[in-house]
């Protein structure tokens, strides 16, 4: 009978991951864009950093933003690289290499959302988890934008969420350990997840101090959250304590005007994550909280509900600290939603009508938003011109280019997702224009706004442009049709339907004419 349950088990898992890559691929597919877009270009950049340093992580940037700090936790960019050496560097190769990967691992996710909802509520409750999961449109939302450090993430911390709840169900402290490890990776993976990670965990960790004061008995499950956290800690040291500076700045820097005012045109975006989320996750946010504090003292399994809801509250309060930058804000919102979803998979054959409606309800709405989302982010992608499929051939085409005709060393001025493209397909340093709020490093931003000036107001302001000129080595400067006034100093040397490529001309007379004109 045991072997008849686990096959039906592996069924319906291999059912669920079958599932999830067709969705996913499909929703790559209905928009070849997704594959390059959002932050893929960037990740590429990095990714062609350490291929070209033999796989080391550098201190400083020589291809993205050259100059500013190594900040990204290498992981998953390792892997990229190794992966990217093993298929070859050659046209989209980094970028379709991403993209699969993610879709795969993403897919995988079923698997510990699984167990873990198995572990919870039982059988019955993880399966209708597992169909949930196919539809799951926060991480098909974040394929759409290049997002594969925090899909990853993802991966790691179900598995997390895994062995933490076995851990505090059995009293086991091996899986604690489990637990620990797992952080580990995630802490050298993506910096959002990790740090949620750590206040999850510390939220739960303080609600096991004060119950060990309060009854005056150190239990197991207090040493093993504290064999978790010394497993955890020393990776996340190792990676995040020599870029405090970094992470302080991120957390204490105010990046836009304030929250309230940007909060309804920021919902209703199409170019920010988690835009279409809100209202779905809002009503799991409340159902999850009535049915965990309605059958929280009743259940079983009540401690592993507990740990969840300790990782909700770990996000809400990262949330409230950061609500004065609305995008870092709303990501992590995401955060929150990732355990309601566990949590509202409660499955009881004894349940009430009016809650298998809900169950009913919840898988409906789950594919209607997963549709509006992907239905939103291609109306983005229509309407933005360098994601537009016929400017990515043209793209290829100046990128062939520029591979062909400029050495690797030459530094390119680029605004937009070229920029990225640049650094990461042909491996040039390039200087990137770049909204400054998606900036956390002061050189990024210097060089953003140093790229603005020679991409968009060379000929306006001739000093500041041959400053950043020189200041950066500056020899290409990658302007988008139709071309703005340029200085005579920029010699046309490419031009396509979609932009003309300058090569900045070091020419001193030219300069003082055109000033004293």
């Known amino acids: 009978m045991s072997g008849k349950s686990s096959l039906n088990e592996a069924l319906v898992l291999t059912l669920c991951v079958t599932l999830s890559l ?95 909802i198995k572990r919870l509520f039982g059988k019955a409750s993880a399966v209708f988890g597992a169909f949930l999961f196919v539809g799951y449109y926060p991480d098909i939302y974040a394929l759409t934008w290049g997002a594969h450090p925090q899909i990853f993430a993802t991966f790691l911390l179900l598995c997390s969420f895994y062995f933490l709840v076995r851990a505090v169900e059995s009293q086991s402290l091996r899986f604690f350990a489990f ?12 910096d959002l997840t990790t740090f949620v ?24 499950t207090l040493v093993g959250v504290v064999i978790s956290l010394a497993i955890f800690l020393p990776s996340f040291g190792y990676w995040y304590l020599p870029r405090l500076s970094w992470v302080l700045g991120v957390a204490f820097s105010a990046q836009s005007a304030g929250f309230t005012p940007n909060f ?12 279409p989320v809100f209202p779905f996750l809002l009503l799991l946010l409340l159902l999850f909280s009535f049915l965990s504090a309605k059958k ?28 004065k930058d609305v995008v870092l804000a709303t990501r992590l919102s995401y955060y929150i939603f ?43 992608f229509d309407e933005c011109f360098e994601c537009d499929s016929r400017a990515l051939v043209t793209q290829m085409r100046v990128l062939t ?30 200087l990137v224009y770049h909204p400054l709020e998606y900036l956390t490093q002061p050189q990024e931003k210097a060089e953003s706004l140093a790229a603005y000036v020679l991409v968009y107001q060379s000929a306006q302001n001739l000093s500041l442009t041959m400053k950043y000129v020189f200041l950066y ?36 007379s030219c300069v003082f004419s055109q000033q004293t004109m």
């Open 22 to 116: 067709i969705v996913r691929f499909a929703v790559l597919l209905t928009k070849p864009s997704f594959v390059v877009a959002g932050d893929s270009g960037e990740y590429a950049a990095l990714v062609r950093e350490l291929v070209s340093n033999n796989f080391a992580v550098p201190s400083k940037n020589w291809i993205y933003y050259p100059g500013s700090s190594w900040i990204y936790p290498p992981l998953l960019l390792e892997i990229f690289a190794l992966l990217t050496k093993i298929f070859g560097e050659r046209g989209l190769t980094i970028l379709h290499i991403m993209s699969v990967f993610s879709v795969t691992v993403d897919s995988l996710c079923v698997i510990p959302f699984y167990y873990t």
């Open 179 to 190: 637990s620990g490890l797992t952080l580990s990776l995630i802490s050298l993976s993506h």
């Open 197 to 220: 990670a750590l206040s999850g965990l510390g939220v739960y960790f303080v609600t096991r101090c004060i119950k060990a004061i309060r009854t005056k008995i150190v239990d197991k």
């Open 264 to 275: 309804s045109s920021f919902v209703g975006s199409v170019v920010q994550p988690l835009g």
């Open 296 to 323: 929280l003292s009743r259940m079983e399994k009540g401690e592993g509900v507990w740990l969840l809801i300790s990782f909700v509250i770990g996000a809400f309060i990262l949330m409230l600290f950061e609500l």
């Open 338 to 380: 990732l355990p309601a979803a566990l949590l509202v998979c409660f499955v009881n054959r004894k349940r009430s009508t009016l809650f298998a409606l809900f169950l009913a309800s919840l898988l409906v709405l789950n594919v209607a938003v997963a549709v509006q989302a992907n239905s939103r982010a291609h109306t983005y």
């Open 401 to 430: 280019w520029i591979a062909q005709n400029v050495p690797r060393s030459a530094v390119f001025a680029s605004a937009g997702e070229l920029g990225y493209y640049i650094a990461g397909l042909d491996g040039n340093p390039t």
């Open 473 to 508: 080595n500056v020899s290409y400067v990658v302007v988008y049709n139709p071309v703005v006034q340029t200085p005579c100093f920029y010699e046309a040397v490419y031009k396509d339907s979609t932009v003309t490529v300058f090569r900045v001309v070091h020419d001193p």
